[in-house]
């Protein structure tokens, strides 16, 4: 529970600073944990080292810009490795009302694996949460940008 409070923190003063690099010279273990909080919604992602590898990759996480819609705010981080989107973790989801929190907890996990696959923004809108899809690419797409992805 303090490791969750910890990483929420840390999230924070990164949203705050803008987008940002960490890049981690091992193998790169990523587990998602996504959690619906009583004020909002958000997805934290934590990236960790995970033993030693004999040929070693590297991976760096970058925060896309803040999506201000009439619902809500939308963040995302995106996770490339070895020339590869290999996570996106959204960092604040809709959540002006119930309905927002719900369409968007419904609509992340689509977003996410459509992403993944296409390994680009360039991805459909989900139907029914087209202002939530919008966001959620366009914050992608600036992630992508500072990557030079």
Known sequence: MATALASAGILLAGWQS???????????????SSSMS???????????????????????????????????????????QDGKITEVVPLQLTDAERKSA??????????????LQAQSANV??????TVTSEAYLTSLQ????????
């Open 18 to 32: 803008g987008a940002h690099v960490a890049e981690t010279t091992t193998s790169t273990t990523t587990s998602l």
């Open 124 to 129: 459909q809108t989900v139907s029914g949460a």
């Open 38 to 80: 009583a004020g909002g919604s958000a997805a934290n992602g934590s990236t960790g080292a995970s033993g030693s590898s004999a040929e070693s990759t590297t991976a760096a996480t970058y925060d896309g810009a803040s999506v201000r819609t009439r619902f809500g705010t939308v963040q995302v981080q995106v996770t490339i």
């Open 102 to 115: 719900q369409i968007s907890s419904r609509a992340a996990p689509v977003l996410r694996s459509e992403v």
């Open 142 to 149: 600036a992630a992508l940008d500072a990557a030079n992805f």
